[in-house]
């Protein structure tokens, strides 16, 4: 996805990855109920576990301690697929013309053909490969059980300042961005740079005194913005957002989590997204910007390389019956590799467009 954004937008791509400690969930209620029987919420792993038992759901401190040891290993293999090779850029130019042999994906071979003759004419200009075989990664997650986060906080002998080192960039989610809350405060004190999820019941004022808060010196780079607004919504919640902070004149990332606000229950009762109201709430996102003179900065997905079938649509089509053939999320549901392929084939377009 990354090598065609990159071709798309021309400019260097940031990639990070929702990992390495996103074992936590912030939940809409506190309880649920099945057949008569009311429990505990599943609250991600690191808090209790998913079977709908009594044992399951109480929750477990030691599970802090195996959230950081898997984080540890997850981490290592991070490091050992983007340093080792497996990030070669001609290696994965390979995946997206594997992506392009699917005729339903016809519409993008001019992007593709196109990423294809740029490695050639790098290859015949001498270009450094082994130079390529190399990529930057870095972790985040949601800044949520503050227990966890604030055991693995340290202070820079040298300046005072405090990291917190469970990943590199924290953000603070949408149910727990309140401006007096601990999770604000906690992470206005952190040099980290941090995010903060903004819903569509997010009032200008109340983005301004957020920006205000987390980036009070103006630091370039210090704040992304992170707006989860659904399709119906974007294009009307979002642009007096944009013009309030930018009067603030602090600078801000923004970027369009299209994956969260856009959540539906299927008549199967799966929980799953439509993959078209996905990308027209990136599509909005682009529009409202380039209205406001404003840069769209990038993008939040939830995705994995397996062929699950979580996500409704795409050129695959799948259907409310086709959920059931791979469903395996425990939580949220995620674009497959197809699709997210797809998707970044469609916002490259949109910054052709651009």
């Known amino acids: ?101 699917n005729p339903a994906y016809a519409a993008y071979e001019r992007t593709a053909t196109e990423i294809d003759r740029a490695i050639r004419f790098m ?11 190399t990529v930057e990664f870095f972790v985040s997650h949601e800044a949520l059980i503050l227990d966890y986060e604030r ?9 005072g300042a405090a990291y917190g080192s469970s990943g590199h960039f924290l953000w603070i989610g949408e149910r727990t961005r309140q401006l007096d809350g601990a999770h604000v405060d906690f992470l206005s004190r952190l040099a980290n740079p941090i995010g903060v ?24 780079g210090r704040l992304t913005l992170i707006t989860r607004m659904g399709a119906g919504k974007i294009r009307t919640v979002l642009p007096a957002l944009v013009d309030a902070v930018t009067a603030t004149g602090i600078p801000v990332t923004w970027i369009s989590d299209a994956m969260h606000g856009n959540t539906i229950t299927s008549a199967s009762g799966y929980k799953t997204r439509r993959f078209e109201d996905v990308l027209d709430e990136v599509r909005g996102f682009f529009e409202v910007h380039r209205a406001a003179g404003t840069v769209p900065g990038g993008l939040h ?25 791979r469903y395996e999320t425990l939580v949220d549901p995620r674009l497959n590799h197809q699709q997210s392929l797809e998707m970044a084939f469609q916002v490259a377009e949109m910054l052709r467009a651009g």
């Open 1 to 101: 996805m990354a090598v065609i954004l990159t071709h798309g937008a021309s400019t260097p791509i940031v990639k990070m990855g929702r990992m390495a400690g996103q074992y936590a969930k912030p939940r809409s209620a506190d309880e649920e109920t099945r057949d008569g029987v009311t429990l505990p919420v599943y609250r991600g792993d690191m808090v209790n576990s998913f079977p709908f038992t009594e044992e399951s759901r109480v929750p477990d401190p030691e599970r802090l301690l195996d959230a950081y040891e898997i984080s540890t290993a997850t981490l290592n293999v991070v490091r050992a697929f983007t340093g080792g090779g497996y990030a070669d850029l001609r290696r994965v130019h390979e995946w997206n013309r594997g992506f392009m042999q």
């Open 123 to 133: 290859d015949a200009c001498g270009a450094d490969f082994d130079a390529l075989r």
């Open 151 to 159: 055991a693995l906080t340290r202070l820079d002998a040298r300046t």
């Open 197 to 220: 999820k903004l819903g569509p019941t997010t009032s200008p004022a109340d983005a301004v005194a957020l920006v205000e808060k987390l980036n009070p010196d103006a630091v370039p």
């Open 301 to 325: 997905c939830e995705l994995t390389g397996d062929d699950v079938t979580e996500v409704l649509g795409g050129s695959e089509e799948i259907d409310d019956a086709g959920l059931a053939l």
